[in-house]
């Protein structure tokens, strides 16, 4: 399946969770759908706001999920996309259903008949709300490849401050690191005592495809044969346990030649 940008940014998806939360709370007061119109308005200030904070809670609940899964896949898909919404509803339902029933709201409605009768009408209407924000979102992760990332080696004084998108690729050398990098357009290297299992961890948008390479997909030039890649300015080796992975990825700039 095709892998989709993803934002994992918590401050990002914070807003979205204000958006939706505050929409929801507006929702309830102003609008007061189903029987909730006949209570007044000061009792549904009261008592309906609290709403808003579960599905404000709920979301940032599903992102912390979210973020645990693609460091762990380094990928995310439209099955993923589906399946966090899907589960992003079914949380906020049962902790809707059981402020509902709670002694401050006590509702009458059993959970077949809230889930339908209440809360399946406004999440009909708040999902699309909840797409478009991720949409966006989504669609800026492209411009978080060109944020500052920092290398370091065990030495605190031996430090590099680079773009993403300038970084190439990473190859181990002993009980080094060999960094390629541009700077103005050329080709740099730079030694750092440090190991590509602590790189890869630090920098989880760089695919290993060797036990000793780890590049930056953005970087993939074409694919010399099937075991060497060209990148920018430089080529790498492809071993056979990281091949089918790299194709897995389904990423058209990493799509084979042969």
Known sequence: MRSLKLNTSFKHQILVALIISVWLVLFLVLIAPFDIAELPFQIRLEILPFYGVISFVSYLLIIAIQNLVFRTTKKWTLLAEILLLVVFNIITLLSCFVYYKSDIINGEFDFGKFSTTVFLPIFIILVPILVICRWYLNKKAVKQDSQK???????????????????????????????????????????????????????????????????????????????????????????????????DLDQSSLKSND
């Open 149 to 247: 990332i920092i290398l370091s080696g065990d030495n605190k004084l031996d430090v590099l401050h680079i773009e993403l998108s300038d970084l190439i690729c990473i190859s181990s050398a002993d009980n080094y690191i060999e960094i390629h990098f541009l700077k103005r357009g050329h080709l740099h290297k730079k030694l750092l005592r440090n190991t590509l299992k602590n790189i890869q961890q630090d920098v989880p948008s760089l695919i290993k495809v060797h036990r000793s390479h780890l590049i930056n997909p953005d970087h993939f030039k074409e694919w010399k044969n099937k075991n060497v890649i060209a990148l920018t300015h430089t080529e790498v080796p492809i071993s056979k346990n990281y091949r089918q992975v790299i194709l």
